[in-house]
Structures are given as C-alpha cells and as structure tokens.
C-alpha cells in the first residue's frame, strides 16, 4: 500500500505561482510512474502532469506546457508540481497520484493505482 499526502495548494492571484509537494509514505515510490490530476466543479478529473519511474521523462497535458513542471525526490519520497503563471481556468482539486503497472507515463485516471486526497488550487478571476 502507498499513501499519499498532497500539500501546498492555496489562493493565488492570476500570474502567481504555486509549489504542491506530494508525500508518500507506507512504500518506496522510486519505482513507480507519478502524475498529477485536476478536477474543477462539475468536471471529470483530467490529467496534468507525469513523471517516470527511470530517466525522469515528463509529460504533460497542452494546457499546463511551459508553465508547471513535475519533479521527484526519491530520496524524500515526494513528488512536486511547480505552477507558474497561473490562470483562473487553473483552479481546481489536484491530486497527486502513483501508477505501480509499469506504464511509462499513464495519463488516464484508470491507469493510476493510488491516490491522495487532494489540495486545492484557487486562482480568482
């Protein structure tokens, strides 16, 4: 079993910038793919970001490119999601997530085995 704990999120004003830490705990996650999601009200949960296990190759979805970066520390077991210039359309619940399957870089809900609990992102228009 892996938890895992998101942090971070917050009230930011549109061209701010944000930094959500993922903890994870109860098992090493330096073998594992890594992603982060979002879902806004009334929406379904969307991918965002993912690192792999080996190599740390990113992907991310069009909307986020340039501005976020995903990284990891498998040293501390926590995976960070750095938000730059960041848009109202940005505000959501994001979650952090580990995919234990060896998909490479999963960018779908069902291909992701664990999940945190979620932080919110609230960027006023």
């Known amino acids: 079993q892996v938890q895992l704990v998101e942090s971070g999120g917050g009230l930011v004003q549109a061209g701010g910038s944000l930094r959500l830490s993922c903890a994870a705990s109860?098992?090493?996650?330096?073998?594992?793919?890594m992603g982060w999601f979002r879902q806004a009200p009334g929406k379904e949960r969307e991918f965002v970001a993912a690192i792999s296990w080996i190599g740390g190759v990113t992907n991310y979805t069009d909307s986020v490119k340039g501005r976020f970066t995903i990284s990891r520390d498998n040293a501390k077991n926590t995976v960070y999601l750095q938000m730059n210039s960041l848009k109202p359309e940005d505000t959501a619940v994001y979650y952090c997530a580990a995919e234990v399957g060896g998909y490479v870089l999963p960018a779908t809900v069902k291909q992701y085995d664990y999940w945190g609990h979620g932080t919110q992102v609230t960027v006023p228009s």
């Open positions: 109860g098992r090493s996650i330096s073998k594992y793919a």
